[in-house]
């Protein structure tokens, strides 16, 4: 199993009555309240934790959100270059720049391959399906988000792979007529890709890609739906099985010499929920070609948004989420509550260790785990410490859990399914 680190950046500085009296603290609140100080330091810190990662053997992951106090990261290719740099050992996954928000997927391509080069080979591409008030950030249009994105990925691909000369690209909505990537990516025929995505139809998708598919905070039983819409993709276009490695779990993880401490530092994390997914309205609902036009009359009346349309035998009903509602319960949630739904592993190294091993087992195990370290305010220290307990006392425990559990097997099923209960 492999290891991940990754911490937002988050921006926890902002007065409270100011944050309460804002209508969006990730999409419309003045930069004025931003000192370049702070941020300066926030951003040596978070480097300097990525380089202990490196040091103690966990992989690094770089991540982009837009105009908000819940991440300063807005511009990913200038860490991720950062990383390839100054790093030696650890793989930097790019989780990612917004790929249907530019209107240049070669520029993209460009970025990827100059990092991975620089870091002789340690780069992997994350793409994720933006939305929201990054779309207002990025200047997009939200009508044929889904369809932009997997040309995108489409057109990176090739342009990552194709090394006799340039070639055109006539697509739907790009279009470039002279692609020719210099210098080419390191690893051949490319870095390799990821997508985090939960909703079934886009996780049967990345299945017939075979990308690895990374859940983000989304619990058991979601979890265990996308994998299994993704190894029943596989298994209905004849495609051939798939191993745990291309699978991923992102979760918070505070780990301290106590569990009492490490649950208090888990709560810190959860400031990132608790503050940083509060949401001006018109940018979580009601954009224009975010949602199946004959569910929007819907969508307007019980203020929810519609995230997917229904699959053959499903209701409408049962086949979209209410994200914002989502949204507003993980605002308020406890550190039991994240908990028990996976969303936080929290504690000593021995607790931390049964938290993620009893997900992993529940889930059907996966091949690497991402932890989200830092949000809020939790200091640098503390940060270093739980990073350091992280790598030498449970990463080792985890590495011999999923060597037995995968142990004779090709293929896990998720759902608890297949548990291995040999020695």
Known sequence: MQIWFHNEVTYPFVPDEVLESADSVR???PSRYCEPERAADLFEECIDEFLLCDELGLNVVAIEHHAGINSLLSANPLLVGILARQTRKARILSLGTLVSLRQEPVRIAEEYATADVISRGRLEIGFVKSGGSEM?????????????????????????????????????????RHVNVWPRAWQQ???RMWAATGDPATAAEVGRRGMVNALILRGREETCRAWAAYREARRSDGLAPVDADHFAYAAMVAVADTHEAGVALGEKLLWFLNTGLKSAPQFSRLLPGTIPAEFAPKAFRSQREIVAAPEKGQSSADAFTAAPKNNRALMGISPADAMARGILF???????????REFYDDVGGFGHLVTMGRAGHMTHAETERSIELLAREVMPRLADHHAAHVAGRTTLEPGGKERFNGA
């Open 27 to 29: 999409a419309s609140l």
């Open 189 to 191: 025929p490319h870095p």
């Open 136 to 176: 207002a950030s990025n200047n997009a249009n939200p009508v044929n988000n889904v369809g932009r994105f997997w040309e995108a990925i489409d057109l990176i691909g090739k342009a990552l792979t194709e090394h006799d000369g340039p070639f055109r690209w006539e697509g739907r909505y790009f279009t470039h």
């Open 346 to 356: 929290a504690g000593s190294p021995e607790t931390v260790f049964e938290q993620i």
